[in-house]
């Protein structure tokens, strides 16, 4: 019994729409969402006393041309070792950051107090997740952060 050949005729035809479904996923997302924005921690203390209080600074800064959704979920969540925060899990109504008059969108600003249990080295974990946005993109993102903590 002889084995039919395939037809190579429709490959012709093929050949645009392989190339561009190939080809979408890089036109359709131009830019890499992690780089329309910085995520900072400057300001958290490093040391602390024993018994003492410290605070936790995030901050999301976006960059010209993107913004920090406020209307998708924003979550950052705390833990720590050897300093407990005062708060475990924040949303955007937390952020001390504030809109001026006439401004569209502000970039999100975290200030959580904590407390440090005992001398040694402690850790604050933090786990971010929010929207970063543009005219033609919306994107998750999640960070993670563990910041050391110096607790004399």
């Keep these: 019994m002889e084995t039919p050949m395939p037809s190579t005729r429709r490959l012709p035809t093929l050949a645009p729409l392989l190339l561009t479904l190939v080809g979408a996923p890089v036109l359709a997302q131009d830019v890499d969402p992690a780089t329309l924005y910085e995520v900072t921690t400057e300001g958290t203390s490093t040391q602390v006393k024993a018994g003492g209080q410290g605070t936790f600074v995030l901050a999301i800064k ?15 969540e705390l833990k720590g ?20 008059d ?3 969108f502000v970039d999100p600003r975290f200030e959580v107090p904590f407390t ?27 960070k993670a952060f563990s910041l050391p903590v110096e607790v004399q």
Excluded: M, N, W, Y
């Design 62 to 76: 976006s960059k010209p041309g993107a913004h920090v959704s406020d209307e998708a979920p924003l979550k950052l």
């Design 102 to 104: 006439g401004q569209q």
């Design 81 to 100: 070792t050897q300093l407990t925060p005062a708060q475990k899990t924040l949303t955007r109504e937390q952020s001390v950051a504030k809109k001026a």
């Design 116 to 142: 440090a249990v005992s001398a040694g080295k402690g850790t604050l974990d933090a786990t971010l997740t929010f929207f970063i946005c543009t005219e033609k993109i919306c994107a998750r993102q999640k």
